[in-house]
């Protein structure tokens, strides 16, 4: 039971990142462009986080938690929103090829973030290791009589506030999407983009939006990474690339539905770290293990693929840009 | 005093490229009429319109909207202004509803009362005549229901300016008949309509005036009730359209093509072909007339190797006669047809999409047919460069270069391109499926001399077409489908119309079988 529960936290821990990483990447998709970028951007996030509380707990005499959180939190979003604006200029403005830009992206991101995280090491100087200790320890605070509540508090209440936050971007992009008067806007400019602009809709403003929204989104990902999962710390070791890269397998998995991607996330999460409560695994078969969330979204793109539901399609313009005297 | 003129548009001009789509055109649409708007394809018709909906600008021109002079800068300036079009290829999100479709774009609440929509829809119905669902899903309807979703649309923007492209050609008899109906009603209710067509009598039947463009120019306007067919082809073509298609008598014809005992059943188990039997002659055209979806996409496909037949089905090729060798071409595929030298051209009813590839240049198209020859491991790009070159001078196509995508080009070109290309293999047997369909008149009358010419030159022509006037003037012999049996094969010189149509629609007794 106990190794339940630890499997079931850190598989939340998991989720969480890659939730981020695939509700930004479904809101950007509705628009019909599709970002490979994913990775890059999530990269941008988690390092210009790391960055900002450095250096704010650098030159500060006296470090405060929550200071470092909010500045770390406005840089992340911030620095993966300028990823996006860099993508939604190419592909929307320029009309460049969305998978070449998006792949692009994410090299760029990965670059950046790790030319950086090595230079903050340095600087770091001693250990040749960099914490941010104070502010991660703000991300990664909880309250304490909840997450005492025995086992409930523990798969419920033990998590950082931004294991929250996601299931709520998830849910309010749901809402988003499916109620509000943007959203419907947003989806048939994602499906036909000629027909949202004959019928009115600015279908290059919500393009530009939503993938500037959505790269924020996503960013908060690596930021969440950085901060709680690895602990304020910052290794090159490319594991958000892999995380990336598993966001992308989540929004198809999700079939675009942010709501979904919410238990979606968390079943990866068991289905990568399960190797850990297998005993008796060699080196080999943990790997194997680890492909299983991959497995996992080639067998519902085959399902989804035999159902052939109208429901459960990529938005239909996705990976096209538009050009209204097109003929 | 009230303004006479709904819209003004004046001196308007657009190109495309090279090609001029507007010249200096002149349109007035004054309140409260019906007004169509006629010309063939390719006159511009519907650009002028995208003009005044805003998904094109004009390059220069005036546009006058109820007397001020407006900048239409896109469709939001449009319905701003009360414009609503209509457009051929709906535009409508499949995986919306109804209500969702007529909702966007629209500014609002941030959340969409999906009640109050619902509720104004059925107001729009009960007033002029319709019947739209709003929850039902657009991917669920039938195209009449989608144009009726698309017109509603536009009235509950508030439209009192409608344009109308083409909107009878996805519809029945029936349909058409309901559509001009809510027409009138709309208009008795004061509001302002333009139709684009190339119907004639269509035009007689339903508006109050007409505006004709030819080649992208402004020809003239006339009262309806003064105008009629003749006037109106006059000024639509330019010159008098003699229905005088050249029939030459076959000239010492041989079998072709043995079809014996052809049976095709689709995906479902339906029985699309029946038991056909009949045989195609070298020199002579042989019409295919039937109620679209009667097997004639079935049995072309059967002969160009592309369907799965039931057993028993036999098509046999014979290149000198009906005493020669003879090749089976059921069970075989288009390659390996090819390759035993049998030269089959196919002009497919979907045109871009099984005849060209629509992102390709015309000479990318040309070598789609002849990439495997040669023995150089690269392709020959020159003679499908000559062939291109050949084609459009031959055939006048309108073409910016020849290494333009076929898909700029509009919809007589495309099939001038292609049907220049078959012809250019120099076939035995051409296979042609509503090779005119959407084409004006001279580009239809271009088709025409071209399969006289396959004709005179001994190959066995087989036209499926839909226009019966000219199956009647172009073929020497038409066979009758009907449900996917063969009805009748009848002469093309002393067949008749009410004859055709009458065995399109019923099924004659076993044993009534002649000619």
């Not at chain 1, 040749?128 to 798969?155: D, E, K, N």
């Not at chain 1, 999460?269 to 008796?280: D, K, M, Q």
């Amino acid at each position: 039971m106990t190794q339940l529960i630890s499997l079931l936290t850190s598989a939340i821990v998991f989720g969480t990142v890659i939730l981020y990483g695939a509700v930004g990447e479904i809101v950007t998709e509705k628009s019909g462009n599709l970002n490979l970028g994913v990775p890059g951007i999530m990269y941008l996030g988690g390092i210009a986080g790391v960055a900002a509380a450095f250096f704010y707990e650098m030159h500060a005499a006296e470090p405060i938690g929550i200071v470092g959180l909010l500045l770390s939190f406005a840089a992340a979003l911030a620095a993966s929103m300028l990823g996006g604006l860099i993508y939604a200029f190419l592909t929307i403005s320029l009309r460049a090829n969305q998978n070449v830009t998006g792949l692009t992206l994410t090299i760029f991101g990965a670059g950046l973030a790790n030319l950086f995280g090595g230079s903050l090491n340095t600087l770091a100087g001693g250990v040749g290791q960099i914490s941010v200790a104070v502010t991660s320890r703000a991300y990664r605070a909880y309250v304490p009589a909840l997450a005492g509540l025995g086992r409930v508090g523990q798969l419920f209440f033990s998590f950082g506030f931004m294991a929250y936050l996601a299931i709520a971007v998830a849910l309010g992009a749901s809402w988003f999407l499916n109620r509000s008067r943007a959203g419907l806007n947003l989806r048939a400019v994602g499906e036909d983009p000629a027909t949202a602009d004959a019928a009115g809709v600015n279908v290059t403003r919500y393009k530009y939006a939503a993938t500037c929204v959505g790269a924020g989104i996503s960013g908060l990902g690596g930021l969440y990474y950085a901060m709680d999962y690895i602990k304020g710390t910052w290794s090159t070791d490319g594991t958000i690339e892999a995380l990336g890269w598993l966001a992308v397998a989540l929004v198809i998995f999700a079939t675009w539905r942010p709501a979904r991607a919410i238990w979606s996330a968390y079943l990866f999460g068991v289905l990568y770290w399960a190797y850990n409560y297998i005993t008796g695994l060699s080196r080999a078969s943990i790997e194997l293990f680890k492909m299983l969330p991959y497995v996992v979204t080639i067998l519902v793109l085959v399902a989804v693929s035999l159902r052939r539901s109208k429901e459960s399609q990529p938005p239909k313009s996705l990976g096209l840009s538009y050009f209204r005297e097109e003929r | 005093m009230a303004e006479e003129f709904a819209v003004r548009m004046v001196d308007i001009t657009k190109t495309f490229g090279h090609v001029k789509a507007n010249d200096k055109v002149y349109l007035e649409l004054r309140k409260g009429e019906i007004l169509s708007l006629l010309g063939e394809n390719g006159s511009g018709k519907t650009t002028l319109m995208n003009m005044l909906s805003g998904i094109y600008f004009p390059d220069s021109g005036r546009i006058y909207v109820n007397g001020k002079e407006v900048v239409i800068a896109s469709p939001h300036d449009a319905y701003a202004l009360g414009i609503g079009m209509v457009h051929q290829h709906f535009k409508l999100v499949d995986v919306l509803t109804a209500a969702e479709n007529i909702e966007l774009g629209l500014p609002g609440k941030a959340v969409v009362d999906r009640k109050a929509v619902a509720a104004k829809v059925r107001q729009i119905c009960d007033r002029y005549g319709f019947s739209v669902d709003p929850d039902k899903k657009v991917y669920d309807m039938s195209v009449s229901e989608k144009q009726t979703l698309e017109i509603v649309k536009t009235l509950y923007r508030g439209a009192d300016i409608l344009i109308l492209d083409e909107p009878t050609a996805v519809l029945t008899p029936q349909e058409t008949e309901k559509l001009f109906a809510v027409m009138r009603n709309m208009r008795d209710d004061g509001k302002s309509i333009i139709i684009i067509t190339h119907k004639l009598n269509e035009v007689l039947a339903i508006s109050d005036r007409v505006t004709i463009l030819r080649k992208g120019e402004y020809i003239g306007d006339m009262d309806t009730a003064k105008a009629d067919a003749r006037s109106l082809t006059d000024m639509m073509v330019g010159r008098t359209v003699t229905l005088n298609i050249r029939r030459d008598t076959p000239a010492d014809p041989e079998r072709r093509l043995e079809i014996r005992n052809l049976t095709v059943k689709d995906a479902e188990g339906v029985t699309r072909l029946d038991d056909i039997s009949m045989d195609v002659y070298a020199g002579e055209i042989l019409g295919v007339a039937g109620i679209s979806g009667c097997g004639q996409k079935e049995l072309l496909e059967s002969i160009a190797g592309l369907q799965n037949t039931v057993s028993g089905s036999s098509v046999k090729y014979r290149p000198t006669g009906p005493d020669g060798p003879a090749e089976e071409l059921i069970g075989q595929n288009p390659r390996t047809i090819a390759e035993k030298g049998v030269r089959l051209a196919f002009v497919p009813e979907d045109r871009l999409g099984m005849g060209l590839v629509a992102n390709m240049t015309l000479v990318d198209n040309m070598m789609l047919k002849e990439y495997r020859a040669g023995k150089s491991p690269l392709v020959e790009r020159k003679h499908p460069h000559d062939m291109a070159r050949q084609i459009v001078r031959e055939l006048e196509v309108v073409t910016p270069s020849i290494d333009t995508p076929v898909r700029k080009l509009s919809g007589g070109n495309v099939q001038k391109v292609l049907v220049g290309r078959e012809i250019a293999m120099e076939p035995t047997v051409l296979m042609s499926a509503y090779a005119v369909r959407g084409l004006d008149i001279n580009t239809s009358y271009t088709i025409y001399r071209l399969l006289n010419e396959q004709k005179r030159r001994g190959v066995a022509v087989i036209y499926v077409g839909e226009d019966l006037d000219v199956l009647l003037q172009l073929c020497d012999r038409i066979a009758v489908l009907c449900g996917g049996k063969l009805n009748a094969i009848l002469d093309g010189r002393t067949a008749t119309k009410e004859e055709v149509g009458y065995l399109m629609t019923s099924l004659r007794k076993k044993g009534e079988l002649g000619a």
